[in-house]
C-alpha cells in the first residue's frame, strides 16, 4: 500500500493551463475524491497519476518514488474506467484475468486471485459470461474485480458510476465504500457528482478552473467552506446566496437588501465588525430554513416573510421555493408536516447560527469566506 502525492503539479496543453500547483497529499489507506464540474482538471489529475499524461512541472510520488518518469504498467496502480473497457469476446473470468496474463503470473495464481475478487464482488456465478450477457451493474463489479486482482498500491476510479442508472449507482456507491474498507488500499476516486464524493470520501478536494479549491472532510467542507464556489458547489439543493449590505443598530450587526433584514447572532458578529457598511454576500443552506411550527428549539431564528411559488414533497421532508418581495429568491427544506401551497404568504425562520458570510471585496468572482 502506498501514499500519493501531487508536489506543486502544472499540466498545460498548449497554452491552456489544465492544473494550476496542484498540491495534495493523499495517505496511506485514504479514500480521496477528486470533485468538481466538468473541465475543472480533476480527470487530467487522474491520468497524471496514472501515466497517461506527461505533467508540464512538479512531481507526483506513489510512495516515496517519484514517478513523472516511470511507465503507466510500473506504476504499481489499477485503473477503473467510465466505460468498464471490457474486452466483448473474452468471458468474465478471462477479462479479470487479462492483465495477470501479460504479466505471466503462473496459472494457478491467476485462478486464486480471480476467484477471491470474484466471492469479494459476488460475481462468481459470472465467470463463464460475456460482457453482453451482463448488466451495467455486473460490468462495473468485472471492472472493479480486474483491477482488485492486480492487487496494486493505489487504485484509480473515472467516474466509474456515471453509466449507471439511479437506483444502482445508491447500491454500487455502497460496494465501493466497503470494498475500500475490506481491501485497506488507497483509493483516488473522480466524479463531478458531489453526492457520491460527500457518501464516499474520507476528504474531498474540490477543484475548479485547474485550481485546488478546498481540501477537507466531507462535514468540514459543507459546515464551513473555504468560499463562494466551494459553498455553491457542495451541498443538494445549493446553499442560497443574498447580496447584502453590513449595517449597525447599536451595538447588533444586521444584514439587509432592502427586502431581507435579519440580526447577526453574536457568534457570527466578531469577524464581521470590520466590515460594517459594506457589501457581502450572505449565505444559507436550505436545511437551514424552518416553518416555525417545526424549528428545532435553542436557535437564532431570525423570521423572513416570503411567497411559496413551487412545493416538492420529498418523503421525509418538503422543499419549497420561495420569491421574496423584490424578486429575490431562496430554496428551503422544510418538515414534511408542513402544510404549503402555490402562492401562500408564509413567514420562514432562518437559523443564523448556521449563516455564511463571504467577502467579495479581495476576490469579486470567487469571494472568500469570513470567519
Known amino acids: 500500500m502506498a501514499s500519493v502525492t501531487y508536489d506543486h503539479v502544472v499540466k498545460k496543453f498548449g497554452d491552456f493551463t489544465a492544473l494550476s500547483d496542484l498540491d495534495i497529499k493523499i495517505e496511506d489507506?485514504?479514500?480521496?475524491?477528486?470533485?468538481?464540474?466538468s473541465g475543472c482538471g480533476k480527470t487530467t489529475a487522474l491520468r497524471c497519476l496514472a501515466g497517461l499524461e506527461e505533467v508540464t512541472s512538479g512531481n507526483i510520488l506513489i510512495g516515496d518514488r517519484v514517478v513523472n518518469d516511470v511507465a503507466p504498467k510500473d506504476r504499481d496502480?489499477?485503473?477503473?474506467?467510465?466505460?468498464?473497457?471490457?474486452?466483448?469476446?473474452?468471458?468474465?473470468?478471462d477479462n479479470m484475468a487479462f492483465g495477470l496474463k501479460l504479466r505471466r503470473v503462473p496459472k494457478a495464481e491467476i485462478q486464486r486471485r480471480v476467484q477471491a475478487s470474484a466471492e469479494i464482488l459476488g460475481i462468481e456465478g459470472l465467470l463463464k459470461r460475456r460482457p453482453r450477457e451482463l448488466s451495467g451493474g455486473q460490468r462495473q463489479r468485472v471492472a472493479l474485480g480486474r483491477a482488485i486482482v492486480r492487487e496494486p498500491k493505489v487504485f484509480l476510479l473515472d467516474e466509474p458510476l456515471s453509466n449507471l442508472d439511479a437506483k444502482l449507482r445508491v447500491q454500487t456507491?455502497?460496494?465501493?465504500?466497503?470494498?475500500?474498507?475490506?481491501?485497506?488500499?488507497?483509493?483516488?476516486?473522480?466524479?463531478?457528482?458531489?453526492?457520491?464524493?460527500?457518501?464516499?470520501?474520507?476528504?474531498?478536494?474540490?477543484?475548479?478552473?485547474?485550481?485546488?479549491q478546498q481540501l477537507d472532510t466531507p462535514k468540514n467542507l459543507y459546515d464551513k467552506p473555504n468560499n463562494l464556489f466551494v459553498a455553491g458547489f457542495i451541498g443538494t439543493p445549493a446553499m442560497n446566496f443574498f447580496n447584502v449590505k453590513l449595517v449597525k443598530?447599536?451595538?447588533?450587526?444586521?444584514?439587509?437588501?432592502?427586502?431581507?433584514?435579519?440580526?447577526?447572532?453574536?457568534?457570527?458578529?466578531?469577524?464581521?465588525?470590520?466590515?460594517?457598511?459594506?457589501?457581502?454576500?450572505?449565505?444559507?443552506?436550505?436545511?437551514?430554513?424552518?416553518?416555525?411550527?417545526?424549528?428545532?428549539?435553542n436557535i437564532h431564528g431570525e423570521k423572513v416573510e416570503a411567497k411559496i411559488e413551487v412545493t416538492e414533497l420529498?418523503?421525509?421532508?418538503?422543499?419549497?421555493?420561495?420569491?421574496?418581495?423584490?424578486?429575490?429568491?431562496?430554496?428551503?427544506?422544510?418538515?414534511?408536516?408542513?402544510?404549503?401551497?402555490?402562492?401562500?404568504?408564509?413567514?420562514?425562520?432562518?437559523?443564523?447560527?448556521?449563516?455564511?458570510?463571504?467577502?467579495?471585496?479581495?476576490?469579486?468572482?470567487?469571494?472568500?469566506?469570513?470567519?
Open 314 to 371: 420529498m418523503g421525509n421532508e418538503i422543499l419549497i421555493y420561495c420569491n421574496l418581495a423584490k424578486g429575490g429568491s431562496f430554496v428551503a427544506r422544510v418538515d414534511p408536516r408542513s402544510q404549503y401551497s402555490f402562492g401562500d404568504k408564509a413567514q420562514l425562520l432562518f437559523n443564523m447560527d448556521n449563516s455564511h458570510f463571504f467577502d467579495p471585496s479581495g476576490n469579486a468572482e470567487n469571494p472568500v469566506a469570513v470567519r
Open 77 to 93: 496502480i489499477a485503473m477503473v474506467f467510465q466505460s468498464y473497457a471490457l474486452y466483448p469476446h473474452y468471458t468474465v473470468f
Open 249 to 297: 443598530d447599536g451595538s447588533d450587526i444586521y444584514v439587509d437588501n432592502g427586502e431581507l433584514k435579519v440580526k447577526v447572532p453574536k457568534s457570527k458578529a466578531e469577524p464581521l465588525q470590520k466590515l460594517v457598511g459594506n457589501e457581502i454576500i450572505m449565505g444559507i443552506r436550505p436545511d437551514d430554513i424552518h416553518n416555525p411550527d417545526f424549528a428545532p428549539a
Open 29 to 37: 489507506k485514504e479514500f480521496l475524491v477528486l470533485v468538481g464540474p
Open 173 to 212: 456507491r455502497a460496494e465501493i465504500s466497503k470494498l475500500h474498507h475490506n481491501l485497506g488500499t488507497t483509493f483516488v476516486y473522480v466524479t463531478h457528482d458531489q453526492t457520491e464524493a460527500m457518501t464516499m470520501a474520507s476528504r474531498i478536494a474540490v477543484m475548479n478552473k485547474g485550481i485546488l
